[in-house]
């Protein structure tokens, strides 16, 4: 267990290693006829380790819970590359039938392509200038540029 100032188990690591070792201590040190007085009542040594038992299987539930939860993901994962190449093929299945722009295909869950938006003037005008520049920067220099690939910087 961790070392704190607390008495107390503050993690569920702690609190899962704080059970095993109170079932060892009832175990050991409590003999079947003594009685412990627990929150006012009297309690026996196999009620005390049914208790501790039954909160210890809590524990092991979310460890097997767990395993069995990485165990399908890594089954899950090993489909991947086959389910995306039966979706992609799914989706050409589905277009040829009801066209790529069909919003059929959303019953099928998949999105229809939809037409590009229309730029606004400002856009436009950003996108010629942007145009201008890439062709004037091409032109402007017949030497290739460092950096690219087969040039040496």
């Not at 003594?34 to 040594?45: P, R, Y």
């Not at 590009?116 to 017949?142: F, H, I, P, Y």
Request: glycine residues 6%.
């Amino acid at each position: 267990m961790s070392k704190s100032t607390t008495i107390l188990p503050q993690t569920l690591g702690d609190t899962e290693e704080c059970l095993r070792l109170l079932e060892q201590g009832i175990e050991s040190e409590m003999s079947t006829t003594t009685h412990w007085t627990l929150a006012g009542e009297k309690v026996s040594k196999h009620d005390l380790l049914t208790r501790v038992r039954l909160y210890r299987k809590a524990f092991a539930h979310v460890h097997e819970a767990e395993k069995a939860f990485h165990e399908a993901t890594k089954g899950r994962d090993l489909l991947a590359p086959e389910l995306s190449d039966f979706l992609a093929d799914m989706l050409a299945t589905l277009v040829s039938q009801f066209g790529r722009k069909s919003q059929k295909l959303e019953d099928f869950g998949f999105r229809a392509r939809k037409d590009a938006r229309s730029l606004t003037a400002e856009q436009t005008a950003e996108k010629v200038v942007r145009a201008r520049r890439t062709r004037q920067g091409q032109t402007d220099s017949n030497t290739p540029k460092s950096g690219g690939p087969g040039v040496a910087a």
